[in-house]
């Protein structure tokens, strides 16, 4: 998995590695809210817990779910794929758990993952920004689905609409 952390100048806002295993487990089975694999936590935060307290008695309009639903995907997409790339760099042992905002034990990895990491938080902002959400409006959709489940259901159903 990926909570070493780091922070750049560039990134201004807190971007979580562990981003979407929700979104796969959703597309598998639409019933299924999921947990991250190994009980890992939740692996589709863009945010630390303590940062994505906000936004819990906001309304979110179906065009802002319709927007967050499309971010997760496409950010599922990329998650992947770094994750795959990172495992493969770090052979059998396990991917370390990366928050992109914080700096603790990001030093520590080899640069050739440090450089998909920070590819890959820079990619996820990028792409929740791209659907016309700001990070805080994606994180608050994100705390807020953990314990809303009409909120969930709304997200399961847009995610379904666009398979």
Excluded at 30 to 48: D, F, Q
Excluded at 63 to 82: G, P
Excluded at 113 to 142: K, P, Q
Aim: proline content about 3%; charged content about 25%; glycine content about 6%.
């Amino acid at each position: 998995m990926i909570a070493s952390k780091f922070s750049l100048a560039r990134l201004k806002k807190p971007v979580r590695l562990q981003a979407i295993a929700v979104a796969g487990c959703i597309l598998a089975a639409s019933s299924i809210w999921a947990v991250a694999p190994a009980s890992t936590g939740n692996w589709w935060a863009i945010a630390p817990p303590h940062a994505r307290a906000q936004g819990s008695s906001i309304e979110y309009t179906q065009e802002q779910v319709n927007r967050y639903a499309r971010s997760v995907l496409e950010i599922e997409e990329k998650r992947k794929a770094t994750y795959d790339e990172i495992g493969a760099l770090i052979g059998s042992g396990s991917v370390p758990s990366i928050v992109c905002n914080e700096g603790r034990g990001f030093n520590g990895l080899a640069r050739d993952v440090r450089t998909l990491v920070v590819e890959y938080c820079t990619d996820s902002i990028a792409i929740v920004e791209e659907y016309g959400l700001s990070i805080d409006e994606f994180n608050g959709i994100t705390s807020r689905v953990e314990n809303d489940r009409e909120l969930r259901q709304q997200i399961q159903r847009a995610l379904q609409d666009m398979l």
